[in-house]
């Protein structure tokens, strides 16, 4: 017997190893070993008001900090039986999609891109002079933009509260960005072909996992019910009872199963759960690209999320400038919980109020330790047969990338309840 | 001009200082070229060959064993130990848990709690000498950029040594405090980020720490006056504080 260990893991968010076991020639064990502290943010919340909650949230993670923000706002709100302005909700989807856009192009571009390039990072493509990782990073700058606008800054946006949102975004501002969107649409298409490319990834079984992802009539990122591949819908607040967390001793983040399975959280689930709906982008077949997949269901996600901005812009820029954005708020006890897809999946946020409006319980749930013991079925799966060390820590690096995974996220911890 | 060796680390904190850097999209060319990028996990498979650094930048805090034994081994490696972000410099958010650490982590891990060896977090400067701070939650993009530029030339940036009010008042923005009567805390804190939230209309949080000789007595009264609690001004006042350290 013999453990391979692929460490650190590189190019992606977070820190971890993959260990890979060999018995007589044979990969017999996979384990997904995260090694990041956990940041206990559930002794953080209990007892503080509401109020603090959503600028401490974000704080689990930067890549998704206005997923978070925008989660914990509106658990908050159904908390308080609160219904927030519509141009308020169109300024949190603006924020939400402009995160989408960000968190994308820095996966595909300068994560994904040099694995398709055979180089260690996005710095030697640039170096050569290579289009796809400039117009990538322009992309991905678009995102920031676009985040700055709706949440105040890039990385913790402020514009976030509890009962809506602080201000509008400035009109001319918006009307700026509608002419960049333009330019867009016409740049954006060929810049995503490459990852829709079955030569460029490697060999894979099917992707793994009983899908699940936010549901709803047709495809947004916000919803109030979560849709499972095998046919299930459940309300939101249901989540405990389809969802079975326990700790592992190799990891720092808990696994989640359903009915016993591993499950996949992310764009591919989004894609193939919503499959059929007017304004899901339709995924093609790509044969047997397996969980790679899921980085041409990202670049289709890009066009969607592109055409979704250029409609919100044009639906804020007809707004009435002086629109109420903020709902009053009268503190007190309640339940809520928000079921959301940030960009690499399903986050849930949960909070319980005392009487007086602190916080009594929290639990929140994110994609990465929802995908983890996907991810190490994957693994396992894919890798069978792989015999050169060297092919097998590359091809383990590119399958846990395969996922963006948030590994920040995935050990903030909070106590399940 | 020698290539600066440069690593950017990452300890206990939520990556959004290293994310701060790859923001900088249309200047990580021209990073690249004053810059050997020895040791950046999170954007390059590079492996580190463990060589003497010039800089080393630092995000988040130590709750590791592990964690102590890098730092320690980073500030025998660089001539230059940059602490990145509010986790490097006072721990960040997360020194505000309370509680009893041992049984937080029971109830989340269970039986599993014991092999996960952790504690609460520390800032780098509890440890080693730290040369420079760069403050923020994170910290702006032109902060990274004045800091690879002055390190790639020998030096290091000059810090902001007022509060972020001045900022706000250069750029000619309301006062939300006493105009808008919002619990801003522009006053007590450290300048640098050209005071974006209260330029955009929010308010500020704080999220730079306190600036050098805050008068937080008059803070706290201004706040007390829009009719906040006392809990509710020493929670905001607290966020981004850390903890005092009697070795400090």
Not at chain 1, 264 to 271: F, I, Q, S, T, V
Not at chain 1, 376 to 384: G, H, I, K, S, V
Not at chain 2, 195 to 219: D, Q
Request: glycine fraction near 10%; charge should be negative.
């Amino acid at each position: 017997m013999k453990t391979i260990s692929l460490q650190p893991l590189t190019r992606v968010e977070g820190h971890g190893r993959v260990e890979m076991t060999v018995q007589a020639g044979r990969l017999a064990a996979v384990r997904l070993v995260i090694t990041e502290s956990p940041r206990l943010f559930e002794g953080l919340l209990i007892g503080r008001s509401w109020q603090e909650v959503p600028a401490l949230v974000s704080r689990i993670c930067a890549i998704c900090s206005g997923v978070h923000r925008v989660a914990a706002a509106s658990a908050l709100e159904s908390a308080l039986g609160l219904d927030i302005p519509p141009v308020a909700r169109r300024v949190r989807e603006l924020l939400l999609l402009g995160g989408h856009i960000e968190s994308h192009a820095l996966h595909l571009f300068c994560l994904t891109l040099p694995d398709l390039a055979g180089t260690e990072s996005i710095l030697e493509l640039l170096r050569s002079g290579d289009g796809r990782a400039r117009e990538g990073l322009a992309l991905k700058a678009l995102g920031n933009h676009i985040q700055e606008l709706a949440g105040g800054r890039v990385i913790h946006p402020v514009n976030v509260e509890v009962g809506g949102v602080v201000r509008l975004p400035v009109r001319e501002k918006l009307e700026a960005l509608l002419a960049e969107l333009e330019e867009w649409s016409g740049r954006l298409p060929p810049l995503v072909e490459v990852f829709a490319d079955r030569r460029g990834y490697p060999p894979a079984t099917a992707a793994l996992g009983t899908r699940i992802a936010v549901d709803c009539d047709d495809f947004l990122l916000t919803g109030r019910s979560l849709g499972f591949s095998d046919g299930r819908v459940i309300a939101g607040e249901r989540y405990r009872e389809v969802l079975e967390e326990r700790p592992v001793p190799w990891s720092n983040t808990k696994h989640s199963r359903t009915a016993g399975a591993p499950l996949l959280a992310g764009a591919l689930a989004r894609l193939e759960n919503a499959a059929g709906r007017a304004s899901a982008p339709v995924l093609p077949e790509l044969s047997a690209a397996g969980i790679h997949g899921n980085n041409l269901a990202q670049g289709l996600e890009l066009l969607w999320a592109l055409r979704e901005v250029r409609h919100l812009v044009r639906e804020l820029l007809a707004g009435d400038v002086d629109a109420a954005v903020m709902a009053a708020v009268r503190p007190g006890a309640g339940v809520g919980t928000c079921v959301i897809e940030a960009p690499r999946g399903l986050l849930i946020h949960h909070y319980a109020l005392d009487d007086q409006g602190r916080v009594a319980a929290a639990d929140i749930l994110t994609p990465t330790a929802i995908n983890q013991a996907a991810i190490e079925a994957q693994l396992l799966a894919d890798l069978q047969g792989v015999t050169d060390e060297t092919t097998l820590t590359d091809r383990a690096g590119r399958i846990v990338r395969a996922y963006d995974p948030c590994i920040s996220c995935s050990v903030h911890v909070l106590k399940g309840r | 001009m020698k290539k600066l060796r440069l690593a950017y680390v990452r300890f206990t904190s939520c990556c959004g200082c290293q994310l701060t850097l790859l923001n900088c999209e249309e200047q990580l060319a021209a990073i690249d070229e004053v810059a050997e990028v020895v040791y950046f996990d999170m954007a390059s498979s590079r492996p580190d060959d463990g060589g003497p650094l010039d800089a080393v930048l630092v995000e988040g805090s130590i709750s590791r064993p592990e964690e102590l034994v890098e730092l320690l081994r980073l500030r025998r490696r660089a001539e230059i130990l940059v602490a990145v972000g509010a986790c490097a410099l006072t721990g960040g958010v997360n020194v505000l848990a309370g509680g009893d650490r041992i049984a937080l982590c029971e109830g989340v891990y269970g039986e599993c709690a014991r092999e996960k060896l952790t504690f609460p977090q520390q800032p780098l400067c509890r440890f080693v000498r730290v040369d420079l701070q760069i403050a923020g939650c994170p910290p702006e993009r032109s902060e990274h950029l004045r800091l690879l530029g002055a390190l790639a030339r020998g030096g290091l940036p000059a810090l902001s040594e007022y509060a972020v009010c001045m900022e706000c008042r250069q750029r000619e923005n309301l006062c939300l405090l006493l105009e808008a009567q919002q619990p801003c805390l522009g006053p007590v804190t450290r300048a640098g980020c050209n005071a974006l939230c209260p330029s955009f209309g929010a308010i500020c949080e704080g999220c730079r720490g306190p600036v050098t000789e805050a008068n937080r007595s008059e803070e706290s009264r201004l706040l007390l006056g829009l009719g906040l609690s006392e809990r509710q001004v020493r929670a905001r006042m607290e966020r981004f504080s850390g903890v005092t350290h009697e070795d400090h």
